[in-house]
């Protein structure tokens, strides 16, 4: 049984800053630690359905953005802390949303390849 779990989250004026981290603990009995698999981050904000943010490979060597995020958002990852950040600069109102990070055998950016997710964060974003 994996669990993530997600903090940094919080209130924010927009241009404001935020780091998002995702811990993990309990890596499946599989043999395989949570180095070996890609995580992303997924976002919902209210009345809107949960879209994907960023992802990262399970070496950090590859990574993917949203459109909306790219050159604002990076994704990075300690495989020796068993945790994945997600720094979040230049925020914006439409970036409110509770934040979610996931687990993936390769790097996806669909949700239904997620096995394992975290309960989330919120990020506020005031104007």
């Known amino acids: 049984q994996v669990q993530l779990v997600e903090s940094g989250g919080g209130l924010v004026q927009a241009g404001g800053s935020l780091r998002l981290s995702c811990a993990a603990s309990?890596?499946?009995?599989?043999?395989?630690?949570?180095?070996?698999?890609?995580v992303g981050w997924f976002r919902q904000g209210p009345g809107k359905e949960r879209e994907f943010v960023a992802a990262i490979s399970w070496g950090g060597g590859r990574t993917r953005y949203a459109d909306s995020v790219k050159g604002r958002f990076t994704i990075s990852r300690d495989n020796a802390k068993n945790t994945v950040y997600l720094q979040m600069n230049n925020l914006k109102p439409e970036d409110t949303a509770v934040y979610y990070c996931a687990q993936a055998d390769a790097l996806q950016s669909r949700a239904a390849e997620y096995d394992y997710w975290g309960q989330g964060t919120q990020v506020t974003v005031s104007s």
């Open positions: 309990e890596i499946a009995g599989s043999g395989r630690t949570f180095s070996s698999y890609a």
